[in-house]
Structures are given as structure tokens and as C-alpha cells.
């Protein structure tokens, strides 16, 4: 009875002693444990809110990824929880590069969106033109005055334009100019069809010259 009271306190001594140097040893990599938890955490944040804090969140990220390196580095012993944490990193690393690709995407195509309607805005005053490109508020009374900014607005940019945002105003010009055909039958006045007229005598050239010489620039750029 002595001998089984005797092997049994030997038991939970040893199995004890093993939880405690486990959990020991676990302690060692507690940065390897946040810095997964973290691409966790902005892993399922809202794209639009991750890509507005991107710049602090890869600053936070790059800073965790350190710690947790140094951190596994500064362990000398070869051992297979050494082994698991180090596969932990690996892995915590690949799925932030493929969040980081998501994100960067995103951001791409946010920008773009901006960078889109921000232009549509200036060529159209107090006006949203959506992609629908819709031309129905267009009417005999104001298409003069929107022709008339329309083509100044380009005529004053036109050196800043990308070849991207002068296929955009060509699209803009030809829903505005499929909206005129509809507008003449309304009861436009000759006088201000002349006008209208003499304003695309302006853009037309204008248009094809820039985006032309726009067009060569991109190519030599990209070439260099």
C-alpha cells in the first residue's frame, strides 16, 4: 500500500513537473503568440478600415514580426515546441502577405474611384455624375453654360491629365453630346447651338493631341 501511495505521488510530481516546464517553455514565445494574434484581430477588420489605418497597421505589424523573431532567436535550445513556433511565424508571415496584397488592392481601386469622381466633379458643377453617366438634368437653359465649363475645365488641365482620365472626359463629352441631340428637340436656340459648336471645334483637337502625347510619355516611362 506504501509502494502504490509511494508511485502514484511520483505520477503527479513527474506529470507536475512536465506541465510546468511546458508552460515555461511556451512562455518563451509569447511574442510569436501576439504577433499571430494580431493578423488575426485586423484579419477580420472591415477592408475600408484596415486600408484607412494601413500605414500605422504595417508599422504595428513590422514591429511585432521583430519582437517575435528576436524573441524565438534568443532561444538556444533545438527542441520541437521550438519547431512549432517557428513554423507559427512562417506561417502568421504568408497569411499577412496575402491579407497585405488584398488590402493594397482594394486601396488601388478606392483611389481610382476618388481619383474618377473627383475629376467628374470639376468638369460638372454642383453636379454627381455617377457611372451610369446620366445626362437627364442636362436642359435648353443649361447646356450652354455646362459645355462652356466643361471644355474650359479641360482646356485649363490639360497638361495634368493622365491617359486614363482622358478617356474618362471622352466618355463624359459623348453622354453630353448624346444628351445635346435629345436637347435640340426641346427647343435649343441657334444661337446657342453655335456657340455649343464652336466649343467642340475646341475640344476635339484638343482631346486627340493630349491624350496622344499623354499615351507616348506612359510608353517612354514605362520603357525606362
Known sequence: MKNLKFIVMLVVITLTFAACKNSNSEHYYA????????????SNVGMKDVSDRWD????NVRNKRTA???QLNSITRDDKLRERYEQKIYSTNERFEDFRR??????????ATTSTQNLRNSLFRNVSIGDDRNFD????DNILTTYDHFVTTVSNNKDSYTREEWDEIKMLYEALDARKNTVEKEGL???DNRKIAALKVKFAPMYTINRIEQKVKENSDSKE
Do not use: F, Q
Open 31 to 42: 511574442d510569436v503568440d501576439a504577433y499571430e494574434s494580431y493578423i488575426d484581430s485586423i
Open 56 to 59: 500605422d497597421i504595417e508599422t
Open 68 to 70: 517575435a523573431e528576436a
Open 102 to 111: 488584398d488590402v493594397l488592392s482594394e486601396r488601388e481601386k478606392m483611389e
Open 137 to 140: 438634368w442636362v436642359n435648353k
Open 189 to 191: 436656340t441657334g444661337e
